[in-house]
């Protein structure tokens, strides 16, 4: 639906799960952002070769039990990286585990939406440190239950938002009279202007989106509004390159309540 068909999946899945011959925590996966999960991944891709055709497909996903620990598997990194099998080679894959099963309305799909993100290469916008994007994309927060959308910003450069569907002005043509814009709202399927770029340099740019409580998002009609960010490209994922630009009054640590609203 974000692409607006412009991607599709068709799933096969493997009719019973497979018992792997190690215990759980052999690769130290208990702890977020530890252990070897690069290893684990290319174990379970092995234990399923010899019944899995893998040259037939664009990406595979490993699902962990619903009732795996966090002590043994607390997350499920992606891996767009090239591992060679039986029938060729795997260009594309996930792991899950236990945060694929948090109890929140859509956790499941949350997750692997948000590690299928990263085999489209695009960044995780949440920052170890301080917050500087918040909840305003799955790629920041995919355990949000407030705006869940991707980014104008995002869509554009997977090409899910067309030329005539943007606009893109250089910081040298702006001037004190300003420019008017009219934004069609970014989640609504609609015809129309979804974003609006101002070049800064050479690898900056701010974005000014209109988001509003439809599609995935989630937002109380006080934080709808004119959403404005700045992403640096030359920073890497995890570091801080996208930052929304606050509101006048804004104070939330998630950043809910930064969107311009009408008159600001």
């Not at 952002?33 to 690069?38: A, C, K, P, V």
């Not at 174990?43 to 009732?67: M, R």
Request: charged residues 20%.
């Amino acid at each position: 639906r974000v692409s607006e068909d412009r991607v599709s999946f068709s799933f096969q899945i493997l009719p019973k799960f497979l018992r792997l011959d190690f215990p759980s925590t052999k690769y130290n996966l208990g702890t977020w952002n530890t252990g070897d999960s690069f290893g684990y991944w290319k174990a379970t891709l092995a234990a399923a070769d010899p019944l899995v055709d893998y040259s037939k497909f664009d990406v595979v996903y490993t699902l962990s039990p619903k009732t795996i620990p966090w002590s043994s598997i607390a997350y499920g990194p992606a891996f767009p990286i090239k591992v060679s099998v039986e029938d060729g080679f795997v260009l594309n894959g996930t792991i899950s585990g236990a945060d694929a099963y948090m109890n929140f309305p859509g956790a499941a799909w949350k997750w692997m939406a948000h590690e299928t993100g990263h085999l489209f290469v695009l960044h995780d916008l949440y920052t170890i440190g301080a917050a500087t994007f918040g909840e305003w994309d799955l790629m920041s927060n995919n355990f949000s239950r407030n705006a869940i959308e991707l980014s104008s910003w995002n869509r554009y450069i997977s090409d899910w938002l067309d030329e005539k569907q943007i606009d893109c002005l250089e910081l040298s043509s702006l001037s004190p009279a300003g420019v008017t814009r009219n934004l069609a709202p970014l989640s609504r399927i609609i015809e129309g202007q979804k974003a609006q770029f101002v070049r800064l340099s050479a690898s900056r740019i701010l974005v000014m989106e209109y988001r509003t409580s439809e599609g995935f998002d989630l937002l109380s009609k006080e934080n709808e509004g004119v959403l404005v960010y700045v992403v640096d490209t030359k920073v890497p994922s995890q570091k801080g390159g996208w930052s929304v630009q606050r509101r006048p009054g804004s104070s939330d640590s998630n950043f809910r309540d930064a969107a311009l609203r009408l008159g600001e």
